[in-house]
């Protein structure tokens, strides 16, 4: 049984820091492709960055430069490193898993926005930054 677990959200200023983790259990960490997605209230869920099995991650431009990726494999932990928060940064933020190779992986969640081919997720966690 896959599990994905977030943890780490909270309220900040705007110009503060979050740093949010996502332990995964049951979970082939082989050929996967983890992504960070968020949605804000009355708006579609969008991703925000993804990491493919060599731990290498892209962003959407929005965040690039405030948000870091990365992976722990021996902790089979997520984790999303944000800075330079703005009040446009507030959303429900989800760590998912699938089963998509490196290209595949950064495209589906950056260049097209889209989940597709993400079968696990999280419970979310909420991130609100104020003004």
């Known amino acids: 049984q896959v599990q994905l677990v977030e943890s780490g959200g909270g309220s900040v200023q705007a110009g503060g820091s979050l740093s949010l983790s996502c332990a995964a259990s049951?979970?082939?960490?082989?050929?996967?492709?983890m992504g960070w997605f968020r949605q804000a209230p009355g708006k579609e869920r969008e991703g925000v960055t993804a990491?493919?099995?060599?731990?290498?991650?892209t962003y959407i431009d929005s965040v690039k430069g405030r948000f870091t990726a990365s992976k722990d494999n021996a902790k089979n932990t997520l984790y999303l490193q944000m800075n330079s928060l703005k009040p446009e940064d507030t959303a429900m933020y989800y760590c998912?898993?699938?089963?998509?190779?490196?290209?595949?992986?950064?495209?589906?969640?950056?260049?097209?926005?889209?989940?597709?081919?993400?079968?696990?997720w999280g419970q979310g966690t909420q991130v609100t930054v104020s003004s």
């Open positions: 990491i493919d099995s060599d731990g290498y991650a």
């Open positions: 049951g979970y082939g960490w082989g050929n996967s492709c």
């Open positions: 998912a898993a699938g089963h998509l190779e490196a290209i595949k992986c950064h495209m589906t969640v950056v260049a097209a926005g889209t989940s597709e081919g993400f079968g696990y």
